[in-house]
């Protein structure tokens, strides 16, 4: 293997990088990931998808140091969390896939301040850092309240909001959204859109529609990346898309039945808004 | 089996200063191979009124009636037999050193002979496209891996109405697909199913009915298009893209499911 000198990347143009990563559970026969490689640039916002066990959470672990490659490297920030998994954490912060298990803290409060509380943050400032983060996910008036007690969408916000307390510079979010309400989803996604930019995002889902407005999408099937496409291209491509049982969103699939293109219409408002264009244009056509 | 909840009234912690009340008097029923739709916000109830469905929890008031008697005079396992549920984290629940093992329990707690049992085991796994599964540990399996062997697990319990809270998190879309499919065979079949979901979209696919909650109370109950039409914005992509069509084009109608729905635009443009 080789050991390019330490920060060789550093001030590179990638904030993370996996080079060959390979991974498998111990005990199992079959590689959770195999020779999986790409980069992700400051404040690009990537997601990722592909069908149950691809690879998508092994891959999340193995981000801060949780698991370590059998072979392959990964870089953040320039650092290898198979070796300083404190450093990168500092960098890099993950919600995991099971709201359940993360809760540790006897109450909400506690939980989300459970994160800084490793870093040394003065006692204000996390007071702050604390409350600000509970009300970006919309949880004011839980502060009290025992995790064990919560509803599972309120858990989950319990746990991005620890996540958003740290502050770091790298979110990786294994299905964010999988216990949310419709209503909480669009919340946490245009709360997330407001950190575009400024920090990177790897949004793990299997909501397809979560990512139309990503700067790419990762493909993990098998423990191979089988694609890391644009989201137009993406969601055009219906051998990509069968292949890795994924299935359009309703308004793209409607688009694309109807005979208009599913990539840029990614709302319920603008498929409305373009077939009314359509056939009032017909209209005064005929 | 016809499922009747009563004026359920449910308060955790009482007396406490978490006291939280969770259902303020919902009644329903869930008729016999009717798939009945169960919707709302986080924190709207709906776990808590699902698990008053096989006695997990036993209502603060009111009552819950099987074919018309109450459910507390019946026997706590046949009970839990003829309603199979499904928990909103059913991964918490799997134990057994394979996932084979874990799925086969409960029809073995039936008294069902070894045969049978495992016909049932691999039906159960089948169906959730989890065959290849079989042998692996519970422990060891991707988040979607663990949701379809504990959905299993209650198939092969072959209960008269399934409950199943929040199913499809978590499930690649394609599996996704295929429990929805799975749930209108079992309706056919003369199963009822009571499918809790935040993803409107798919309860729009299959629900005969749907139920919507809010703080605790039923806030509409009908068919589809009755309740989703009466709050397009809190509905699913078919019915918002109907909507906002309707004012200029009535001639759309209230098509909810997605064929239906496109059917209509085709007609739409058509005309
Ligand atoms: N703790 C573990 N021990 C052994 N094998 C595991 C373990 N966790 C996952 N696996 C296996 O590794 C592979 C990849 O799993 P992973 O959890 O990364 O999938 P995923 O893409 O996140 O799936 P999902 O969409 O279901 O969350 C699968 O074959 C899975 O069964
Ligand atoms: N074990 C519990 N102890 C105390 N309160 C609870 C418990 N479980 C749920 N609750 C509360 O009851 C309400 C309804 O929760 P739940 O039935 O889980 O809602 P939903 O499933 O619709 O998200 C919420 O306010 C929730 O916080
Ligand atoms: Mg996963
Ligand atoms: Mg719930």
Same mark, same amino acid.
């Given at each position: ?5 330490? %920060? ?45 066990? %691809? ?5 999340? =672990? ?10 392959? =490297? ?45 870093? %040394?943050?003065? =006692? ?10 509970? =009300?970006?996910? %919309? ?34 979010? &294994? ?52 694609? &890391? ?58 | 089996?016809? $499922? ?35 919707? *709302? ?9 699902? /698990? ?15 074919? +018309? ?15 199979? $549920? ?22 073995? /707690? ?14 159960? $796994? ?17 988040? *979607? ?34 429990? $929805?499919?799975?749930?209108? +065979? ?47 914005? /809190? ?33 739409? /443009? +058509?005309?």
């Amino acid at each position: 293997m080789e050991h390019p000198g330490e %920060g060789t990347r550093n001030g590179g143009s990638f904030v993370v990088s996996c080079e060959s990563v390979s991974f498998s559970y111990p005990g199992s026969g079959r590689p959770a990931l195999s020779d999986v490689s790409f980069e992700l640039r400051p404040g690009e916002y990537v997601g990722v998808v592909g069908p149950n066990g %691809g690879g998508k959470s092994t891959l999340v =672990r193995l981000l801060n140091g949780l698991l370590k490659p059998d072979s392959g =490297r990964v870089l953040v920030s320039g650092r290898d969390p198979a070796t300083e998994p404190f450093e990168v954490r500092k960098h890099l912060g993950i919600l995991f896939q099971d709201p359940e298990n993360g809760l540790v803290a006897p109450f909400v409060e506690d939980d989300v301040a459970f994160g800084l509380e490793n870093l %040394g943050v003065p =006692r204000k400032e996390m007071r702050d850092r604390v409350a600000g983060a509970i =009300r970006a996910v %919309g949880l004011e008036g839980f502060e009290r309240r025992e995790p064990d007690t919560l509803s599972g969408g309120e858990k989950q916000r319990v746990a991005l909001a620890g996540l958003l307390a740290v502050e770091p510079d790298i979110l990786v979010l &294994d299905e964010p959204t999988s216990m949310l309400d419709a209503a909480g989803r669009r919340e946490v996604l245009a709360y997330l859109e407001t950190l575009r930019a400024e920090k990177t995002v790897l949004h793990v889902t299997h909501h397809l529609e979560e990512l139309v407005r990503s700067d790419r999408i990762l493909v993990l099937n098998g423990g191979e990346l089988v694609a &890391d496409k644009t989201p137009e291209r993406f969601l055009s491509d219906a051998d990509l898309l069968r292949e890795n049982r994924l299935v359009l969103p309703v308004v793209q699939r409607l688009a694309l039945e109807i005979g208009l293109s599913p990539a840029r219409l990614r709302t319920p408002e603008t498929l409305a808004e373009a077939i009314l264009a359509k056939t009032e244009s017909g209209t005064r056509a005929g | 089996m016809r $499922l009747e909840l009563r004026d359920v009234r449910y308060v955790y912690a009482p007396g406490t200063p978490f006291e939280v009340e969770a259902l303020r008097g919902v009644s329903l029923v869930v008729e016999p191979g009717e798939v009945l739709g169960i919707v *709302g916000g986080t924190g709207s109830g709906k776990s808590t009124l699902v /698990q008053h469905m096989n006695l997990l929890l036993t209502p603060t008031g009111g009552e819950v009636l099987v074919d +018309g008697v109450d459910a507390t005079t019946l026997k706590k396992s046949e009970l839990r037999r003829r309603v199979g $549920l499904v928990f909103q984290f059913p991964e918490s629940a799997l134990f057994a050193p394979t996932v084979e093992e874990d799925v086969a329990f409960a029809p073995r /707690q039936l008294g069902l002979d070894e045969e049978e049992v495992q016909e049932r085991v691999l039906e159960s $796994l089948r169906a959730l496209e989890a065959g290849e599964l079989a042998a692996r540990s519970p422990f060891a399996l991707s988040g *979607g891996e663990k949701r379809r062997a504990a959905i299993a697990g209650v198939l092969a319990m072959k209960p008269e109405v399934l409950v199943l809270d929040e199913p499809t998190a978590g499930l690649d879309p394609a599996t996704r697909e295929d429990l $929805l499919a799975l749930i209108l +065979g079992l309706r056919n079949a003369g199963i009822s199913v009571v499918l809790v979901s935040h993803d409107l979209d798919e309860v729009a696919e299959v629900a005969d009915r749907v139920c919507a909650l809010q703080e605790g109370r039923v806030r509409a109950i009908g068919t589809p298009a009755e309740v989703f039409y009466r709050e397009p914005a /809190q509905a699913p992509a078919t019915v918002r893209v109907a909507s906002l069509l309707r004012e200029s084009k009535p001639e759309i109608g209230a098509p909810v499911r997605f064929a239906e729905t496109l059917d209509a635009l085709r007609a739409l /443009q +058509g005309a």
